[in-house]
């Protein structure tokens, strides 16, 4: 049985001064293939949009190729995988009922397997519109203890499809080195099976978003009524009687009650989507640690927040399941997807990653960050010889399993792999 990890580790490359426009020509190319395919498979509204790369080389394979002056072909085949793979993703939220768009590519990103490059360890050969590129790796000079030296430089890693990536404002490239290794584990049956469902709560919108992609709970709501309440409350405090005083705390308690009682709905909710899923486990943020999130003044907010993790707490507790709490850094500008952490990747609602171009709702990626992060934990928690031990958490499209020994850092991703079948069977590589 084995399943394998992929780490990725970003390396600035030495690219020769002479050849730096090769490899912007080449991303012009690429970014071609790609918003071509995109518009070619893009049917929405009129039509079912293609999501098979196969079906998409059938029919554009050659044009691309010609019209890009023969580019690569591993190149053209990558752009057409990530048009028709992105082009999925929009399909899965268009049946969500969510609201979504043709791809588009504008920055500077081109896919990279071992057919278009050859991968060293102190450097990697790109094909280009112009022949290849050579490019050495700038190492740090003590890399243990590094990615670089944990995975890069660790020949029980080896490259995997990885991508080539461009700085606007230092003009530096980046390869972002998909690092791959097949951990071989004879009864991961045995390690502590867990299986973590993520929550991530606002202050508005929705009150909770899960890593299943469940919206829980309306946060404007129970703000707009607490305006009311507060304003209510404003009028009879002006008024002075002493019948306007009864009616102030009879209004405050009856508030108290619905806002309460609303709270125990949205928790009931979260148990019962992590029962759905069969979690072990349910992870929150850290609230002491979210406190400067929610601006001074809004005492509320945090008296809501507590609230919906007390209440979470209790009533998981009956049913097994145990709620902890993660550190909230970089939650929502991290991606769930490829890992990149950027400021720019999440606006408002929107989170879209500068890197791999996954496209989602902000809070629905926080939440999926939520759970990696305490999945991460409870697996450097467990100790198995083998390196057996394993943890799932609870997404939309599956379940996620992350095996790793390391922690998701800044900049360095960890291991995970996808699956939308039945996760565990796939976890064990059967
Ligand atoms: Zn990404």
Redesign the pocket.
Known sequence: MAWDVTRTVQIRLDVPDDRKSDLHATNQQFQYCANRTAEWAWRYPHGDCVTSKSEAEQAIYDELREATDYLHANLVQKAIKRATKDIGNCVDRLSDGEKTSQPHYDTFSIVYDKRAATFYRDKVSLATVNGRVECEYDLPEHPEQTPHGEYLLNDDYSFSTSTVHYDNETDEFYLHAAMERTIDADSPEKAEDSKVLGVDCNVDDHIAVTSTGRFVGNADLLNHERREFEKRRGDLLQTGTRSAHLTFQRIGDRFGRWSEDYIHRCSKAIVAEAQRHDCTHIAFEDLGQIRERISDGKKFQQWAFGELQEQVENKAEMTGIVVSKVEPAYTSQQ?S????TLEE?RNGQNFA??????AVNADYNAAKNVARKLALQLQRGQKSPAGGAFCQYALKSGTLIVNATGVASDHYWSAERESTDKPIASAMGS
């Open positions: 991606c997807q490829c890992g990149c990747n990653c500068l890197d791999c171009s996954y």
